[in-house]
């Protein structure tokens, strides 16, 4: 049945090496079950709902991927997403929970349609490679600026508007802490080094009493406050349109890189370099991101941890659907997750931020044109503590640095038309 579904020997691969492509994988991100809970509830959301609807939505993004697209690749919500969906969408511009996740539901139904129509494929395209790197580090310090405001290094001044927290604090130690012991076991190639940095933190704050203890094991949580409980209609109001696009956005070039990154670690793609079955391995995307809405979690999206199981030899979809299977198995494990400081996840935060600013070392910096709209977008994500706001600004300086430098012919039509949408949405509904 297995050979029948997932063709295992047509992609040199066996059950065993599959399963322990899956385990590898899941250790690698099983951290989303722990820093997801703790950065949604900030948006008023339940903790223990929240909790389920992360191992639900990655359980069932990973069934679609493995069973549909035959990929080795493994979903859950976002980082950086779920960062954008409480700080700017809730907690800066206003909006309930509720509306937010009509905004995320909004969203995968936009990348259904263009994965369909093959739209996606105009937009990647023409979209400039320093823009997306700028999006990717400027998302990175605006998880880097979060973990530290959890950690208490960095806090709020009348004077200067940030400064430095009380560094010998308890839960700044404990966070600088839990960064030192990721890097550590990942530079010495140990997987899981972000969960295993979670918990022994989390039991370091038991031990010394910081952390009630509640149990490890327990039946899951009920659903019921936060499942199907998105506001589609508020979501479809004229200011929550920029809202939506960052969601697409971010989750589409995320995605797509994600794809191509693991294809090539896995020799997955075909003799053109192209991906076999991409419109299917899009639409799981999508539709376990329309599923974890409903479900009451921010987008769902592709891993690049996925990497981490392809490297240790899973080939076919029996690796994701292994992964979902986990993180099914994970659903008896709220306690733990519920116990989870927050400082406990700053260190993990501060992780993924490194990883993300890592793509600045991509960018022609000898180009100014180039140079510029990546800075502008990067500083702003954090300074503006907005995602949206640094997108737009992004794609504004690109335009408006090309022109005033003569290179009319580096500008796409998908780039002066998004630019231009930006100013207007800036100007008449900011």
């Known amino acids: 049945m297995l050979e029948t579904l997932f063709k295992l020997e ?118 400039p490679l320093s823009l997306r790197y700028g999006i990717a580090a400027g998302i990175g310090l605006f998880l880097a600026i979060v973990a530290l405001k959890n950690a208490g290094i960095v806090v709020d001044s009348k004077e200067t508007l940030v400064t430095m927290g009380d560094i010998t604090a308890y839960p700044a130690l404990m966070a600088a802490l839990g960064l030192f012991i990721i890097v550590g076991l990942a530079q010495r190639g140990i997987n899981g080094s972000v969960m295993i940095s979670i918990i022994i933190i989390t039991a370091i704050g038991l031990l010394i009493g910081d952390i009630n203890y509640t149990g490890i094991v327990s039946t899951p949580p009920s659903l019921a406050p936060t499942f199907m409980q998105l506001d589609i209609s508020g979501a479809l109001e004229v200011g929550m349109l920029s809202i939506i696009f960052a969601f697409l956005f971010v989750d589409l070039f995320d995605t797509s890189g994600t794809l191509i990154a693991v294809a090539q670690r896995g020799g997955l793609l075909n003799a053109q370099g192209k991906l076999p079955r991409l419109g299917r391995a899009l639409v799981a995307d999508s539709t376990a991101t329309m599923a974890g809405a409903a479900l009451g979690t921010s987008t769902t999206t592709s891993y690049v941890e996925s990497t981490a199981g392809v490297a240790a030899g899973g080939r076919t979809g029996l690796t994701a659907v292994v992964v979902g299977l986990l993180f099914l198995m994970a659903l008896f494990f709220a306690p733990l997750a519920a116990m989870v400081p927050a400082y406990a996840t700053a260190g993990a935060l501060f992780y993924v931020a490194v990883l993300m600013i890592s793509s600045l070392i991509n960018v022609a910096w000898e180009d100014l044109t180039e140079a510029v709209p990546v800075v502008v977008a990067a500083v702003l994500m954090p300074l503006t503590f907005s995602i949206a706001h640094g997108i737009a600004f992004g794609f504004i300086s690109y335009l408006l640095v090309k022109l005033f430098a003569g290179r009319y012919k580096d500008i796409s039509p998908s780039v002066a038309i998004l630019a231009l949408l930006f100013i207007l949405k800036l100007v008449f509904f900011n």
């Open 10 to 127: 047509q992609h040199n691969t066996n059950v065993k090496n599959e399963v322990i492509g899956g385990i590898t994988t899941f250790l690698t991100m099983a951290y989303i079950i722990f820093v997801n809970p703790s950065m949604l509830e900030l948006a008023g959301m339940d903790n223990g709902a929240v909790f389920v609807a992360t191992c639900l939505a990655a359980a069932i993004g990973c069934f679609i991927m493995g069973f549909i697209a035959n990929y080795p690749i493994a979903l859950a919500p976002g980082m950086g997403l779920n960062a954008f969906f409480t700080y700017t969408v809730v907690l800066d511009m206003g909006y309930s929970w509720q509306v937010a996740l009509g905004g995320v539901f909004v969203s995968g139904i936009v990348f259904v349609l263009l994965s369909l129509f093959k739209v996606r494929e105009w937009i990647v395209d023409s979209i």
